[in-house]
C-alpha cells in the first residue's frame, strides 16, 4: 500500500515533478553556483552576512562565537567558522585547530561567567547525528548538577569479540592520522542534514544584535 508521508510542520512538500526539476537544475550547475546556493539558504552564513540578528559574542576574522537562541542553559554559546563547511570532516586542519582554539577558551569564559559546574562541549554532523544547521558549529553549554540537560545514551550490549573486530577495522583506518596532516583528509560522502529546517538559533521575533549582559555565578 503506497502511502503518503506527510512533510514535517514548516517544511515544504515536492511533487515527484518538482524534484525531477530540481535534480535537473542542480546537474546543471557548477560547484560554485551550488556552494553559492547553499550559502544563501544556510543560517550561520546569513547571520554573518547581518541578514539574521543574534547577540554575538566574539568574533576574529575565521571564528564567530554568538549566543544560541534556544539555550540548554542560560550562557549557551556557539561557535562557528565564517567559511561554509556542512560537517568536521570536511574542514581543513587549520581551521579545526583555529575554531578549537576558540571553543577552548570561551568554555574558561563561560565557566566563570556562569558559575558552571561542568561545561559540555557539543558537535555533531549529519541530520543522524542531530545536526539541525548543516553549517560546521560547536555548542558550549554551562552544565551544572540535576541541569535536565540531556545528553546521555544507553549503553549497547556487545560481546568481546565484537569489540575486538571493530577496534581492529578502526586501527588500521586510522593508521595514517597524525597532528597537522598535510594531506588534508576531506570527507566525501556526506549525509547532509536537511537545509530548511526550525533552527535551533531561529531568529527571535524581535531583532536584537547587541552583546549580552554578563550574568554572574547564578545557578539556573
Ligand atoms: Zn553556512
Given amino acids: ?73 542560560e550562557g549557551h554559546v556557539l561557535v562557528f567558522p565564517k567559511e561554509h563547511h556542512t560537517v568536521l570532516p570536511q574542514m581543513p586542519d587549520d581551521l579545526v585547530a583555529h575554531l578549537f582554539s576558540v571553543v577552548k577558551q570561551i568554555s574558561a569564559v563561560v565557566f566563570e561567567v556562569t558559575g558552571a559546574e561542568g561545561v559540555e562541549v557539543r558537535q555533531r554532523n549529519g541530520a543522524a547525528a542531530g545536526q539541525m544547521i548543516p553549517h560546521v558549529h560547536v555548542h558550549v553549554i554551562p552544565r551544572f548538577q540535576k541541569d535536565d540537560v540531556v545528553t546521555d545514551w544507553t549503553p549497547k550490549q556487545f560481546a568481546e569479540a565484537d569489540f575486538q573486530k571493530i577496534q581492529a577495522v578502526l586501527t588500521d583506518k586510522s593508521k595514517d592520522i597524525k597532528y597537522h596532516n598535510p594531506e588534508v583528509k576531506i570527507v566525501e560522502k556526506v549525509v547532509s542534514a536537511p537545509a530548511e529546517e526550525p533552527a535551533p538559533s531561529a531568529p527571535s521575533p524581535k531583532p536584537a544584535r547587541r552583546k549580552p549582559t554578563p550574568r554572574l555565578n547564578r545557578h539556573p
Fill in 1 to 73: 500500500m503506497a502511502q503518503q508521508q506527510a512533510a514535517p510542520q514548516g517544511q515544504q512538500q515536492y511533487t515527484p515533478e518538482q524534484i525531477a526539476a530540481i535534480k535537473k537544475k542542480l546537474e546543471s550547475m557548477k560547484p560554485e553556483e551550488i556552494q553559492d546556493m547553499i550559502k544563501k539558504q544556510c543560517v550561520f552564513c546569513r547571520i554573518l552576512k547581518g541578514e539574521i540578528p543574534t547577540f554575538p559574542v566574539w568574533e576574529d576574522e575565521k571564528v564567530f562565537a554568538t549566543l544560541e537562541i534556544q539555550p540548554a542553559n
